[in-house]
Structures are given as structure tokens and as C-alpha cells.
């Protein structure tokens, strides 16, 4: 089964950083589109942001209320997309999960690759 693996979760406090890594020993993650999704208990699946395959660039953000302070990067040579998560708060605890597909698509449906996801939990 393809899969991407996430890694990077843990607790932090308020206002403080972390960074998540989306890896995957099957796909070239510069080929597809990388995003970032999280759902928090009790919460529907969200996207988060999305970094474009390298052919198209950029990055896409599917919520406002992280401008600013997540941003997402890609390393081709360790075939790995990173988000980095600044200034948390209690809001963006959730278990975060990164996906994996052919572009950008407002559908979480339409990445066909997904890991397991890592708890993020934002707390003093």
C-alpha cells in the first residue's frame, strides 16, 4: 500500500513552533502535490495548506487562520515536505495528516495517499 508517513507531533505551548515532516519511501513527493490536512476532536477534516508538485509551485492555503503562521516547504534531496507551525495556539490542536496527489484539490478525497497522522497538541 502507498502511503506518505508523518512525523514531528508532540505537545508545545502556546505561541510556541513546531515542525511536521510528510515523508514517503514510495513516491517522489516533488511529482505530487503535498497538502496538509487536520481534524480536531469532534471536528470534520480540514485542510490546512497545500504545496503544489514542483512542475506548478506554490502554495495554496485552505484556511485563513494560519496565514502568517504555518508555511510549508519541500527538501528534494531527502524527498520530504515539511510544515512549519508558528505561534500555536490551543485552536490548532489536532491530529495532522499530509496527502498526497496528482495538484492541488479542494476535495480531500481526490489525494489518494495519506499517512497516519501525528497528534499536535497545543496546551500550557
Known amino acids: 500500500q502507498v502511503r506518505v508517513v508523518e512525523s514531528g507531533g508532540g505537545l508545545v505551548q502556546p505561541g510556541g513552533s513546531l515542525r511536521l515532516s510528510c515523508a514517503s519511501s514510495?513516491?517522489?513527493?516533488?511529482?505530487?502535490?503535498t497538502g496538509w490536512f487536520r481534524q480536531a476532536p469532534g471536528n470534520e477534516r480540514e485542510g490546512v495548506l497545500c504545496?503544489?508538485?514542483?512542475?506548478?509551485?506554490?502554495?495554496?492555503y485552505y484556511i485563513d487562520s494560519v496565514k502568517g503562521r504555518f508555511t510549508v516547504s519541500r527538501d528534494k534531496a531527502k524527498n520530504m515536505v515539511y510544515l512549519q507551525m508558528n505561534d500555536l495556539t490551543p485552536e490548532d490542536t489536532a491530529v495532522y495528516y499530509c496527502?498526497?496527489?496528482?495538484?492541488?484539490?479542494?476535495?480531500?478525497?481526490?489525494?489518494?495517499?495519506w499517512g497516519q497522522g501525528t497528534q499536535v497538541t497545543v496546551s500550557s
Open positions: 496527502a498526497a496527489g496528482p495538484s492541488f484539490d479542494t476535495l480531500d478525497s481526490r489525494y489518494p495517499y
Open positions: 514510495q513516491l517522489t513527493l516533488e511529482y505530487y502535490a
Open positions: 504545496i503544489e508538485n514542483s512542475a506548478e509551485d506554490g502554495t495554496t
